[in-house]
T-cell receptor, first 113, second 115 residues
């Protein structure tokens, strides 16, 4: 099925470094969501964005809904070992696709202590 | 706290048996519930969408007779994998959408292993 273009696919960083990942699409979305998935667990919602241009923070995490409504980024500041996991972006169109979430391919984050 | 619960978290069964997985929305009445399947190192694949009291809508390529979905109430949906085979082994995750912001939340997942 259709997917968002999420990059990078993987990142290996040192503890304390900042991280940035993004998702782009050729189509417009009404909502952008960012999830984190730990091994053997379901995705956990990190940040939800509902308006173009919206910038939202959740602790060390900051995400923005692109002004064109076709992209979003997630930043993690001062990474720590427990940030390890797979991060997924997801977009939602209410009027098309039956209201189904469209997922990015995921960004696998590894943090070296 | 958890918004969605899923039971069981792990199940191992013999080939040919049926397995039922329960999904409960804990915080709100979910207008829509979803079932996903996930293979290792891959993104989530939507299997079906269900609304309470109506038949589930299955994605292309998903056999409705194989994966039976019952959306019994606004807080409970079940997925039954009928006559399971080893190729059905996977991580199954349910999801609910609703609440004030109509945001989508995921359950903790069920690891199914068919021997």
């Amino acid at each position: 099925g259709q997917q968002l273009n999420q990059s990078p696919q993987s990142m290996f960083i040192q503890e304390g470094e900042d991280v940035s990942m993004n998702c782009t699409s050729s189509s417009i979305f009404n909502t952008w969501l960012w999830y984190k998935q730990d091994p053997g667990e379901g995705p956990v919602l990190l940040i939800a964005l509902y308006k173009a241009g919206e910038l939202t923070s959740n602790g060390r995490l900051t995400a923005q809904f692109g002004i064109t409504r076709k992209d979003s980024f997630l930043n993690i500041s001062a990474s720590i070992p427990s940030d390890v996991g797979i991060y997924f972006c997801a977009g939602l169109r209410i009027y098309n696709q039956g209201g189904k979430l469209i997922f990015g391919q995921g960004t696998e984050l590894s943090v070296k202590p | 706290g958890a918004v969605v619960s899923q039971h069981p978290s792990r199940v191992i069964c013999k080939s040919g048996t049926s397995v039922k997985i329960e999904c409960r929305s804990l915080d709100f009445q979910a207008t829509t519930m979803f079932w996903y399947r996930q293979f290792p190192k891959q993104s989530l694949m939507l299997m079906a969408t269900s609304n309470e009291g109506s038949k589930a809508t299955y994605e292309q390529g998903v056999e409705k007779d194989k994966f039976l979905i019952n959306h019994a109430s606004l807080t409970l949906s079940t997925l039954t994998v009928t006559s399971a085979h080893p190729e059905d082994s996977s991580f199954y995750i349910c999801s609910v959408r609703g609440g004030i912001t109509d945001t989508q939340y995921f359950g903790p997942g069920t690891r199914l292993t068919v021997l």
